[in-house]
């Protein structure tokens, strides 16, 4: 009996293997099986009872074990309406993209969908690219779209005012990439000259990729996307764009630095140009720039107004306590706000503060920046 039960657990092992798409040799056990055949016809019927007892327990506890791992390892409260972009690269395994189908919520019962793809003798016929699914598809649909290779042109857009984080979670949460290995990459990411690698600078091409909408053709991928949008920032900083920061003795860097926070400070275009104006007045005369928005880019979640507190933390990004720009960037600006910096509105206004709407309030001196701050909030 020992002996038996051993080999049904062998076969048990094997099996499993074998849904989850390895490579098995199930023959190798038939002796085993064999000799169990004989023992069963020694069996008399109350053998037979029990153990039909014990294999319906098994079988019912292997049930709801499946089923409930299965529902774990998939998202919860997707949307049955949207769209989830799977990209299935060159190389991967039938058991690859059947875990992504998993992880992305396409499919929750992952040795369901091994089933129809081992019945239709598939593993090895899908192919590469880009393919749009809605959560929970049958696996008949997903099964039939990876091996007519129905891929998709994948469109994704990210706002003026996105950061690096920001941008990572947008990209994944569409499906498109590992938004760690995402993070990962931009820390060095720097394909050009003035885009620093320094210390101080969480990711190197924060603020260099550059908000717009996107529509990839080929497999997307973390490198392909990062450049991508470096490339996009750079065309769009054409040569009289480029001319006229030289003009201000401004890097490139600076002038992204300055527009990122334009763009965070900014909610109305009319506002854009004049809160430049007040960055450049200030650094001018050696004041700190005291923008809040360095303030929220430390901050592990985004604050409706930042305390007394806040302006002290300790970091070259606090332009509370530092004089200058921060080591750069903290956001992707639009060419709205790049432009806002390189013609900035003629004021002598030196304070700014936005009310509950967004629209900012503008003064000369600190006594009457005090006064509208009152008023405004």
């Keep these: 009996m020992g002996d038996l039960l051993s080999k049904i657990g062998e076969f048990k092992d094997k099996l499993g293997k074998w849904l989850n798409g390895e490579e098995v040799d199930l023959g190798n056990i038939h002796d085993g099986m064999k000799k169990g055949s004989e023992f069963f016809h020694s069996l008399t019927w109350k053998h037979w009872v029990a153990i039909g007892g014990f294999c319906v327990l098994v079988g019912v506890l292997a049930a709801v074990l499946t089923f409930k791992t299965a529902d774990e390892a998939a998202p919860k409260d997707l949307d049955p309406n949207q769209t989830i972009f799977l990209s299935v690269k060159k190389g991967m395994s039938a058991g690859d993209i059947t875990e992504e189908l998993l992880k992305h919520g396409i499919i929750n019962n992952k040795k369901a969908f091994w089933l129809q793809v081992k019945k239709g003798d598939v593993a090895d016929k899908f192919k590469s690219g880009t393919y749009a699914f809605k959560p929970n598809t049958p696996p008949e649909e997903i099964i039939a779209k990876l091996v007519a290779g129905d891929t998709t042109e994948v469109k994704f857009t990210i706002p003026e005012g996105f950061g690096v984080k920001e941008i990572a979670k947008r990209l994944s949460d569409e499906g498109l990439v590992d938004e760690q290995e995402f993070l990962d990459k931009a820390k060095n990411f720097a394909p050009y000259s003035y885009i620093k690698r320094d210390k101080d600078i969480r990711y190197a091409c924060e603020g260099f990729l550059f908000p717009d909408t996107y529509v990839l053709h080929d497999d997307p991928s973390v490198d392909g996307i990062l450049k991508m949008m470096a490339e996009d920032l750079d065309t769009r900083l054409t040569s009289k764009l480029r001319q006229r920061a030289e003009e201000m003795h401004l890097s490139i860097h600076e002038l992204i630095t300055l527009a990122s926070l334009v763009e965070k400070e900014a909610m109305y275009e009319e506002d854009r ?105």
Aim: without cysteine; charged residues 20%.
């Design 273 to 377: 140009p004049i809160i430049a104006q007040v960055f450049f007045k200030r650094l001018k005369l050696g004041m700190p720039i005291q923008s809040d928005t360095t303030i929220q880019y430390l901050l592990d979640a985004p604050k409706e107004d930042v305390s007394i507190k806040d302006t002290k933390i300790d970091s070259p990004y606090n332009t509370y306590q530092i004089k200058g720009l921060p080591p750069g960037p903290i956001a992707s600006p639009g060419m709205a706000a790049i432009k806002a910096v390189l013609y900035p509105a003629d004021t002598d206004y030196l304070y700014f503060v936005a009310d509950r709407q967004g629209h900012n309030h503008y003064s000369k001196t600190y006594a009457e920046h005090q006064q509208i701050v009152e008023q405004v909030r």
